[in-house]
């Protein structure tokens, strides 16, 4: 069965620290695809990335970064630097790319991220 | 830049009402979709539809609810007789072809149930 597991419910730090927002994900599909969502106080959904199960390679956008493992099933998203404006909560999803799967996204429960000045 | 758009913005309704939740997918998208987040939880998959039916549903997605998309332009969710448990934010998202393709959300509409 596909499952995101998103541990940390709640993150805070301070403007500049570093944080890393984790996600474990379960598939028994061997192509599929990982998302990540920011959902500012707002409430809309902004895509963030997606990897392809064959692409483990670390990809760097800014501040952001995110670290793929196959062996641990874990697609982690870091961020360098906080600012205030990344406060959000933050969600990770999983694409099945099976046949006659219409491509639904499942995801995490999702981390808040709050970044103080 | 193409984006998803949804309205109402926010809609208030009284238990046993109908509802109709309306979309406007990005033009060259075929595959859309709709989510639903109660309060404070995770997004939750509600359906699929790909040409002109549906191409999966989950369990939340029972009798009360239908799709569809009446014209070129727009895709729409309803909800037949509405409960106090439907009251969540409805997302719609669209994507083209291709498993690996992302899916672009609307801003959402809010819909509250009393």
């Known amino acids: 069965a596909q499952k995101v597991t998103q541990a940390q419910t709640e993150i805070s730090v301070v403007e500049k620290e570093d944080v890393t927002l984790d996600c474990v994900y379960e598939?028994?599909?061997?192509?599929?695809?990982l998302f990540w969502y920011k959902q500012p106080p707002s409430g809309e959904l902004v895509f963030l990335i997606r990897?392809?199960?064959?692409?483990?390679q670390n990809e760097i956008s800014g501040r952001y970064s995110w670290n793929f493992q196959k062996s641990t099933s874990s697609f982690n998203f870091t961020i360098t630097a906080s600012q205030v404006v990344d406060s959000a909560v933050y969600f990770c999803?999983?694409?099945?790319?099976?046949?006659?799967?219409?491509?639904?996204?499942?995801f995490g429960q999702g981390t808040e991220l709050s970044v103080k000045p | 830049e193409p984006e998803v758009t949804q309205t109402p913005s926010h809609q208030v309704t009284q238990m046993g009402q109908e509802v109709i939740l309306r979309c406007v997918p990005i033009?060259?998208?075929?595959?859309f979709y709709w989510y639903r987040q109660i309060l404070g939880q995770k997004v939750e998959f509600l359906v699929s539809?790909?040409?002109?039916?549906?191409?999966?549903k989950s369990e939340i997605f029972d009798d009360q609810f239908s799709v569809e998309r009446p014209d070129g332009s727009n895709f729409t969710l309803k909800i037949r007789s509405t409960k106090l448990e439907d009251s969540a934010m409805y997302f719609c998202?669209?994507?083209?072809?291709?498993?690996?393709?992302?899916?672009?959300f609307g801003p959402g509409t809010r819909l509250l149930v009393l």
């Open positions: 998202a669209s994507r083209t072809p291709g498993h690996q393709e992302t899916q672009y």
């Open positions: 598939t028994r599909d061997t192509t599929y695809y």
């Open positions: 990897r392809n199960s064959f692409d483990e």
């Open positions: 999803a999983l694409s099945e790319a099976g046949y006659n799967q219409g491509g639904k996204l499942i």
């Open positions: 033009s060259n998208h075929l595959y």
């Open positions: 539809f790909y040409n002109n039916e549906i191409s999966e």
